[in-house]
């Protein structure tokens, strides 16, 4: 088992930027490859950002590509999503999400945690 939780979600100003932290604990959480994902309002959960578990292979959204940023630390087990340029589309719902590879936490990650609520105002 992987237990996730995020933190740093907020409400924030157009142009502005704001990091998500997604801290894992449980069996060897830096083996798993870590992404963030996102649910607006009256839209289905989408794939944000991921990163393999040795942080080598990242991949992104077409949205979110230059404006944001995931890295990890795996001695502090957490997962970091720098968002950098918000716009108000950016609001919704932010997720972490865990997996034995990108691919897999893309399609159907094994574990997720509670989710933080991000807001841009504009």
């Not at 060897?28 to 994902?37: C, I, K, P, V």
Request: hydrophobic share 35%.
């Amino acid at each position: 088992q992987v237990q996730l939780v995020e933190s740093g979600g907020g409400l924030v100003q157009a142009g502005n930027s704001l990091r998500l932290s997604c801290a894992a604990s449980g069996r060897t959480s830096s083996n798993y490859a870590m992404g963030w994902f996102r649910q607006a309002p009256g839209k289905e959960r989408e794939f944000v950002a991921g990163i393999s578990s040795s942080g080598g292979f990242i991949n992104y959204a077409d949205s979110v590509k230059g404006r944001f940023t995931v890295y990890r630390d795996n001695a502090k087990n957490t997962v970091y999503l720098q968002m950098n340029s918000l716009k108000p589309e950016d609001t919704a719902v932010y997720y972490c999400a865990a997996g034995a590879s990108i691919f897999e936490v893309k399609s159907g990650p094994g574990y997720w945690g509670q989710g933080t609520q991000v807001t841009v105002s504009s």
